[in-house]
C-alpha cells in the first residue's frame, strides 16, 4: 500500500459543469476526511465518512457538494454546476479509528474553474 | 464551535535563527497534532501530544503541550532551509473531525 491516492491530479472545467474527484484511503483506515485548501489558508474541513457512514458535513457547503463512500473504501467528492470560487486544492486523508491517530493526506485535486 | 488560533501566520528567520509557532484554544483540547506541508505539498504528520504538560523531542524540533491542554507550541532550534514550509497544529474535536489552525509558514534565509 502506497498511501493516500487521489484522481485527478489537476482538473480545469469551465464554469457550470459537473466534476467529480475520487479518493483511496490506506487500505485497513476506517475514516476518510474531505478538506478544501486555497493558496495561504489552512484546510478547510468538508466532510468526513467513518467507514461507509458520512458522519458529518461542514455547514458552510452548499447542496452543490456531495461526498459518497460506498462499502466504506473509496470516496468520491462531486461538484454540481461549478464557480469559480470553487477552483482550489482538495485533499482527502484518512486514518484508522483507534483513538487519536494521525491522518494521512493524499497529495490533492487542483481544481481550477475557468 | 471548536477552533484553534495559531500564530504568527509568517515568520521569516536567517538560517541558524531559532523559530516558535504557537496555538491557542479557549477550551481544553483533547490532543495536538502537528503537520508540515512543504512548498506545493500535502500536510506531513510530525507528532501528536495528548498528555497535560507533555513535551516530545524530534531532533532540532520541541513540541509543547500546555498544562491546562489548551495551548501548544513548536519549537526548531537553528533552523536550515529544508525546514521551510507551513506548519499546522490540529485537535480531534469529539465527533472525530479534523481541526486545524491557520498555520504558520516559514521563511529560512541561506
Known amino acids: 500500500d502506497t498511501g493516500v491516492s487521489q484522481d485527478p491530479r489537476h482538473k480545469i472545467t469551465k464554469r457550470g459543469q459537473n466534476v467529480t474527484f475520487r479518493c483511496d484511503p490506506i487500505?485497513?483506515?476506517?475514516?476518510l476526511y474531505w478538506y478544501r485548501q486555497t493558496l495561504g489558508q489552512g484546510p478547510e474541513f468538508l466532510t468526513y465518512f467513518q467507514n461507509e457512514a458520512q458522519l458529518e458535513k461542514s455547514r458552510l457547503l452548499s447542496d452543490r457538494f456531495s461526498a459518497e463512500r460506498p462499502k466504506g473504501s473509496f470516496s468520491t467528492l462531486e461538484i454540481q454546476r461549478t464557480e469559480q470560487g470553487d477552483s482550489a486544492m482538495y485533499l482527502c486523508a484518512s486514518s484508522s479509528q483507534t483513538g487519536y491517530t494521525e491522518a494521512f493526506f493524499g497529495q490533492g485535486t487542483r481544481l481550477t474553474v475557468v | 464551535g471548536q477552533q484553534v488560533m495559531q500564530i504568527p501566520q509568517y515568520q521569516h528567520v536567517q538560517e541558524g535563527e531559532d523559530f516558535t509557532t504557537y496555538c491557542n484554544s479557549s477550551t481544553t483540547l483533547s490532543n495536538i497534532q502537528w503537520y508540515k506541508q512543504r512548498p506545493g505539498g500535502h500536510p506531513v504528520f510530525l507528532i501528536q501530544l495528548v498528555k497535560s504538560g507533555e513535551v516530545k523531542k524530534q531532533k532540532r524540533l520541541t513540541f509543547q503541550f500546555g498544562e491546562a491542554k489548551k495551548n501548544s507550541s513548536l519549537h526548531i532550534t537553528a533552523t536550515q532551509t529544508t525546514d521551510v514550509g507551513t506548519y499546522f497544529c490540529?485537535?480531534?474535536?469529539?465527533?472525530?473531525?479534523?481541526?486545524f489552525g491557520q498555520g504558520t509558514t516559514l521563511q529560512v534565509k541561506p
Open positions: 487500505s485497513e483506515h476506517n475514516r
Open positions: 490540529v485537535t480531534t474535536s469529539n465527533t472525530g473531525k479534523l481541526i
